[in-house]
């Protein structure tokens, strides 16, 4: 079993940045493949990117792609979400999940999740 627990969302204009992290406890971190998603109201949860146990990264929605940058560090347990240049449109419930062989886009294959924090984007 790995717990999730997300942290650092908020309140930000449109523009601006916020650093969102994932904590992992209970089963080693390694080798987990981690990602973020994320689910705006009335909207399906989409994939925001995935990084693997080995740090390599993708970007699976090309809104993000130059403005968000995921990262981990294993020795801490934890994976970050660094969003810069923030949009009205990036306003979500932004989920961290893991997968011990899965590192792809759709949520179903990911075993574990966190609870979600809000990003609020206003313009």
């Known amino acids: 079993q790995v717990q999730l627990v997300e942290s650092g969302g908020g309140l930000v204009k449109a523009g601006g940045s916020l650093s969102l992290s994932c904590v992992a406890s209970?089963?080693?971190?390694?080798?987990?493949?981690m990602a973020w998603f994320r689910q705006a109201p009335g909207k399906e949860r989409e994939s925001v990117g995935v990084i693997t146990w080995t740090g390599t990264t993708t970007y699976n929605t090309d809104s993000v792609k130059g403005r968000f940058t995921i990262s981990r560090d294993n020795a801490k347990n934890t994976m970050s979400l660094q969003m810069t240049t923030l949009k009205s449109e990036d306003t979500a419930v932004y989920y961290c999940a893991a997968s011990r062989y899965y590192s792809g886009s759709h949520a179903s294959n990911y075993d574990y999740w966190g609870q979600g924090t809000q990003v609020t984007v206003s313009s």
């Open positions: 209970g089963r080693t971190f390694i080798p987990y493949n």
